[in-house]
């Protein structure tokens, strides 16, 4: 006896969050995930923006420490302080919000085609959307604006007046912190988009144990699978058609499955769910299945279309794969006997483990709904052509919608490519956003050093030796951010891979590529502005002095 359960779906659930085999629109994933790590991801550029904005405006310190001091001795109170500098954060952030609107407005087609997706300008008229911009714009402009409106309200009016302010090495100290968390984070995203880009490559590669190429598939529909001989007799006519299959399912969408399967020796306890599928007899040589042991479905032995089942790998260890042919077989109490066994292949996406398969050659066990053409490469067009002309003179009263095998097998994997060309992107622009953060840190170090630049020009140090002098503490924390960002992207983009039964592996090359860029591209930044700082006459430094 079978036991069958009844679910029901909410139509809400199906784009993102369904999880089942099968939806109304055929195989799902569960991709909520990705709109999470996209949330996270866009956090991080701009928790990038905000610290460079602090950084910024720390290192201006010096140039409006006269205003506050004037400002105090006039009467101002530190929380009016606190809140002018806030309201600059505020306004700046209103300003950096109506530039982005302006971007969407010009990008927003490139952005829907990168992606995938239809957003319109329409879109952010929902309160729920417009109520999501003004808090992160209050967000932004807080976080960005909290630790500079706090430094700069407590500089004393005496020493800005005098000209004796001088930032500590406390402020040096945390400036070179949150320059390196910007690049920790850099690193992060750059580590993750390496990942998933192998990912990628490693799904779309790998082979999945069938012949995919060049394999034209398409639905019979109007009853036209009661005329599947007269179709096949009709396709074959053509000479650049090689081959012509049914089965009762696409072999990237096996959704069908039972645990109604009993064999030869199975503990009865024992429950196991297999997939399932009805082919024809040219099924495995169309899709260039590998029979490893036994043989596979022929129209010379009578008893193949009632009685012969064939299972591929993963269901013959489970029933022993060395006594598992000619061994009883029965599906629905419908007896049977194990002819072949065919070399496992990918039924469903790689995020899926290759489940137990049987296959049957009967028709009316499982009704054909799928039929396969393979075409001759050199004259595709000229196949494709017979085949509607074929199609059409069936007069089904449907048009015919036909796919390529190989395309429909990339498609399961849409989600990663978007995935992957948007977190491209997205690591970009925060590579860039922290070279103007350590540009930044870098004006303000040589600035603060100019004097002491001149003073050791004067003494005879060398350029080399002055641009290694300035190179060494930028270097060294950008050093540190690729040690603390290693971990933190190994351990976010396993757990991202631990989605996929069928996964590449994170070598440390990509940690010493991600490394090695973020080095390069810190070098190239700071130099510019460390090379103009040692090219600098002396005279101008030290004539105070």
Known sequence: STNVTIMLQALSKIHLKSNFAGDINGPSEDT???????????????????INFMNLSTAQATLRSREIGIRKVSGARKNQIIRQFLGESFFI??????????????????FNSITEIGLSISHFKDPNILIGIVLITLFTGVTSGSYPSLFLSTIQPVKTLKGTLHLGIKDGFFRQILVTAQFTLSLVLMIGMFVVNDQLSYMQNKDIGLKKENIIYFKMRGGLSKRYAALKSELLKHSNIINVAASSAAPVNLNWGTTGVDWEGKDEDFK?????I??????????NL???????????IITDSASAYIVNETGAVLIGIENAIDRRFSVWDIEGRIIGIVKDFHFKSLHDKIEPLLMRVNRQWLTFTTVFVEVNTENSTAALSHIKDTYDSFKTGYPLDYKFLE?????????????????????????FISCLGLF???SFMTEQRFKEIGIRK????????????????????????????WPIGWMSMNRWLQDFAYRTTIDIDTFVLAGIIGLIVATVTVSSRTIQAVRSNPVDSIRCE
């Open 272 to 276: 196991v769910s297999w997939k399932q």
């Open 278 to 287: 009805s082919v024809d007899y040219d099924y495995l040589s169309t899709l």
């Open 290 to 300: 590998e029979v490893i042991k036994g043989r596979g479905f022929s129209r010379d």
């Open 32 to 50: 909520e995930i990705y709109v999470y790590i996209f949330s996270v991801v866009a956090v991080i550029v701009l928790l990038i923006a905000c």
């Open 440 to 442: 930044g840190l870098t």
């Open 458 to 485: 004067v003494l005879g140090s060398s350029r080399a030796g002055l641009i290694k002098l300035l190179f060494k503490d930028i270097i060294k924390w950008i050093l540190i951010a690729n040690i603390i960002a």
């Open 93 to 110: 952030s209103i300003l950096a919000l109506g530039f982005a609107f302006m971007i969407i407005t010009l990008f927003l087609k490139e």
């Open 407 to 431: 395309e429909q097998v990339a498609s399961l994997y849409s989600g990663e490519e978007r995935f992957c060309r948007v977190s491209r992107y997205l690591s970009l622009l925060a590579v």
